[in-house]
């Protein structure tokens, strides 16, 4: 991959000379998929002798067209409209994610929610708590569902009696796993948004975009509150 960027780069046609506009990633992500409507071109190829998929970077794809002097494809599904040939760019890295950063899934991930202005939702402000697995309401008011779990032997107004051992199931919600797991596809995604960022930052590949530097923060649950909207 780095050797096709590197022929890229040496290959790519130059822009109209305009200055070109500043974005981070994420911006540009948005930019290409919620204003720009792009959509992505999975790769589907299949090895048909040995049954197995193989995998192809679309970058690529744009290398070969920028050796032949041709430009990016775009529109095929904005009839009738036209979608920048920028963002065709960013929607075809972004199609082109490893599998070892989530392949396909990352990749529809990433274009979900950059078309809807969200980040992963990375479960801001959880903390487990414990809580009965199970209430009922009556006439008192909401309690904790008891169930049997022995029996003991008591003395009642001077009488030996058996009575029932009850216990009150409980569970911690949210689940500290479900923390946990939240919170690591939260840094899989800024991990994919890394790729992109890189991709995006060789030079000729887009003629009126620059994609800056920096990135989401890794770990906000780290000493700060979000600054941005979250989705599940």
């Known amino acids: 991959?780095?050797?096709?960027?590197?022929?890229?780069?040496?290959?790519?046609?130059?822009?109209?000379?305009?200055?070109?506009?500043?974005?981070?990633?994420?911006?540009?992500?948005?930019?290409?998929?919620?204003?720009?409507?792009?959509?992505?071109?999975?790769?589907?190829p299949t090895d048909v002798d040995q049954g197995q998929n193989i995998g192809f970077g679309l970058e690529y794809v744009l290398m070969q067209r920028a050796v032949l002097g041709c430009k990016v494809d775009g529109g095929q599904y904005k009839i009738g409209s036209y979608t920048h040939e920028d963002a065709e760019v960013i929607a075809a890295i972004v199609a082109g994610l490893p599998d070892s950063l989530g392949g396909k899934r990352m990749a529809i991930r990433?274009?979900?929610?950059?078309?809807?202005?969200?980040?992963?939702?990375?479960?801001?402000?959880?903390?487990?708590?414990?809580?009965?697995?199970?209430?009922?309401?009556?006439?008192?008011?909401?309690?904790?569902?008891?169930?049997v779990v022995g029996t003991e032997r008591v003395v009642s107004r001077g009488k030996w009696r058996t009575v029932d051992v009850l216990a009150c199931p409980v569970t911690y919600t949210p689940h500290p796993q479900q923390i946990e797991a939240a919170r690591r596809a939260y840094g899989d995604w800024v991990k994919a948004l890394a790729w992109v960022k890189d991709g995006l930052q060789v030079d000729g590949l887009m003629r009126e975009i620059e994609v800056a530097e920096g990135l989401p923060r890794e770990r906000p649950w780290v000493g700060g509150l979000p600054t941005r909207a979250t989705r599940s």
């Open 1 to 44: 991959m780095k050797h096709e960027r590197k022929l890229h780069a040496q290959t790519a046609h130059a822009g109209s000379g305009r200055p070109r506009r500043a974005m981070s990633v994420q911006q540009a992500l948005e930019w290409a998929f919620r204003v720009e409507c792009a959509q992505l071109e999975l790769p589907t």
């Open 110 to 147: 990433v274009a979900e929610l950059a078309r809807a202005g969200l980040e992963p939702d990375w479960m801001p402000g959880a903390t487990p708590r414990c809580v009965p697995v199970e209430t009922k309401r009556n006439q008192h008011g909401e309690r904790a569902t008891t169930i």
